[in-house]
């Protein structure tokens, strides 16, 4: 932790720096009055809203509660993002049948979250409006739980507390962790780590496990480095663990331990700091056999740098007590600063932004061996002995870079021994070799690749075939979605297509609380890139929000919902 000599550094910047949080205290009564209208919309659609077969309330409100087809962003807590034949029924076989069942409008354009299905409800965060549960069937609200801030960011794990009480665990990006009751939406705690780091924010998802949750902490800081006269940078990415009764904290972990120190200035009253950033981005991966959770961290901030940055961590459960840490790329410090020339708070020199983005995938192989996996922006994929994070492989794909490699997350097929990489290598930054955007199959034991596809671009101006979004599998497909608004199911032997949808549409949908209309007054939803969390498979369904307006890309706000049509009697 922070030593207080380095508190007290922290709170004379502040003082010094009092424009650069102009923003921030503006940002305040912007969120009341958001939560106003959230309110005010939930009363709305209580009193207005129609109880028909599509769109409005459901009927009955309270969800089904006694079988989740995932316990957080990875699907299971090894983060595999693998659905065996039992959870998901859609096939090969059947993915000819695969058809659009309803479309939710979605409140904003970058929609962050990833959904949970029960055997009757779909929750979801609407980011603008709550956390929503609706109907698997016709899509109607079974209820709406604002939440304080504007963007849900996480995925959401269900959970039973001590007392008996089924909770919903999730994040919202610069307001905390948020528990909810799972039958109507209740508020039950809500906790930010503000006590240990100033200006947290919560892009990774929770982890729970047992009486705890572990939460992965970037900072806020990333995005003000894009002021010229902010005196950059003392935050450090963590890792914190909370009760789940309560929220109370049990333990915080930051990813640098060293305070910072005052480096130099700039305009004269502009000061510098350092060592700072090793944000901690994607959800953590859980060991339970050797009581550890693992997670990636991304570049320093400023210089000098630390051995912690671009990395991979493994944490004792029960203290985050530092097990080991493995440093993939050494001295890389880059600032939102850099994207503009001659910034004065572009490190110098600056790095090339290989973060760990996307959580590491623990899985077995026949042999009974067990691997750590993790992809990193470089386009790096590791395989590590989860003992010591000793390298067991080593696997470069395609060109890396500020927006290439792997972004979001990877999957494993654990019968195949295969690890899927999507590749994003979007035209930007300073990677070197040839791009490969697209999805890789490489062999666990070995890395040696089983298969790639190049996933070309339609072609248009800012388009891109490369893949962003975390991915899921099946036992015979994997399913994605490319920064271009298409949807894939790809052979997970060959590679071949099996079935693609084009989500860059309007489509007409269930809800009717919103005004978005085209010029003859109908309600719709658009489509747009898919990114950040990406497709959920569930029995029969497949689910994915399509929509993400940040880097230039497409934003959209359709959250989709396909089905497997009944088989036709002869």
């Known amino acids: 932790l922070y030593s207080s000599a380095a508190s007290d550094v922290y709170k004379r910047q502040i003082m010094n720096q009092r424009s650069a949080w102009t923003m921030m205290v503006v940002s305040k009564p912007l969120r009341t009055v958001r939560l106003t209208r959230l309110w005010s919309l939930a009363v709305c659609l209580g009193i207005f ?23 957080g962003w990875g699907i299971d807590s090894a983060n595999r993002r693998y659905q065996g034949h039992k959870r998901t029924s859609v ?3 059947n993915i000819d049948r695969l058809e659009l069942k309803w479309v939710y409008q979605l409140a904003e354009k970058t929609p962050r979250s990833y959904p949970l299905v029960s055997e009757d409800t779909i929750f979801f965060g609407d980011s603008g409006r709550g956390l929503v549960a609706l109907d698997r069937d016709t899509g109607c609200t079974r209820w709406m739980s604002p939440v304080e801030g504007v963007e849900i960011s996480t995925a959401i794990s269900p959970t039973r507390m001590p007392d008996g009480r089924d909770v919903l665990i999730f994040g919202v990006r610069q307001n905390g962790i948020f528990a909810v009751d799972a039958r109507d939406g209740t508020h039950i705690w809500r906790y930010s780590f503000t006590e240990d780091h100033p200006i947290p924010m919560y892009s990774g998802s929770p982890l729970v496990d047992g009486d705890s949750v572990f939460v992965p902490i970037s900072s806020v800081e990333m995005g003000l480095t894009i002021l010229p006269w ?10 914190g663990a909370l009760d789940l009764s309560t929220g109370a904290k049990k333990w915080y972990t930051p990813t640098i331990s060293d305070p910072p120190k005052k480096t130099g200035r700039h305009w004269l009253f502009v000061e ?39 990395a991979i961590f493994a944490v004792d459960t029960s203290d985050g007590n530092v097990r080991w840490v493995m440093q ?26 290989h973060d760990f983005g996307a959580p590491p995938i623990l899985s077995t192989l026949r042999d009974g061996r067990e691997l750590l996996f993790a992809g990193q922006k470089s386009g790096d994929v590791h395989a590590l002995d989860p003992d010591k994070g000793e390298h067991v492989w080593r696997k470069r794909i395609g060109r890396g870079g500020l927006l290439g490699g792997v972004h979001f ?23 070197e070799g040839q791009a490969a955007p697209g999805l890789h199959a490489l062999e666990m034991a070995s890395g040696e690749t089983r298969w790639s596809r190049i996933i070309k671009s339609r072609g248009c101006m800012g388009c891109s075939g490369g893949i962003s979004s975390g991915i899921v599998a099946s036992r015979d497909l994997v399913f994605f979605g490319d920064l271009d608004g298409r949807l894939w199911a790809l052979d997970v032997s060959t590679g071949e297509t099996r079935w693609q949808h084009d989500s860059w549409q309007q489509y007409d949908v269930v809800n009717r609380d919103r005004a978005q ?3 003859e007054g109908r ?13 959920m498979l569930a029995d029969d369904l497949l689910i994915v929000a399509s929509g993400y307006g940040n880097f230039g890309q497409r934003g959209g706000n359709a959250l989709l919902v396909f089905q497997i049509k009944p088989e036709a009697l002869p």
């Not at 409005?56 to 316990?71: A, Q, V």
């Not at 090793?278 to 961290?297: C, E, I, N, S, Y």
């Not at 019968?415 to 035209?427: A, K, N, W």
């Not at 309600?523 to 497709?535: L, N």
């Open 230 to 239: 902010y005196g950059c940078c003392t935050t450090s990415g963590a890792m």
């Open 91 to 93: 096939s090969a076989e």
């Open 49 to 71: 809203g129609s109880f028909t077969t599509h769109g409005g309330l459901c009927e009955t409100t309270e969800p089904g509660l006694k079988d989740f087809y995932s316990s």
């Open 272 to 310: 510098h700091y350092g060592p700072s950033g090793a944000p901690v981005w994607g959800a953590p991966t859980l060991d339970a056999k050797r009581g550890l959770v693992f997670f990636g961290t991304g570049q320093n901030y400023s210089h000098p740098t630390s051995a912690t940055s671009d």
């Open 409 to 431: 997350g990877m999957a494993v097929h654990p019968e195949l021994e295969l690890v899927f990489v999507p590749i994003s290598d979007r035209e930007t930054g300073t990677g």
């Open 328 to 353: 993939a790329t050494a001295n890389d410090a880059y600032s939102m600063g850099c994207g503009i020339p001659g910034h004065p708070l572009c490190p110098d020199p600056v790095g090339p932004d």
């Open 523 to 535: 309600i719709y939803a658009e489509g747009g890139a898919f990114d950040a969390h990406g497709p």
């Open 517 to 519: 209309k085209d010029d």
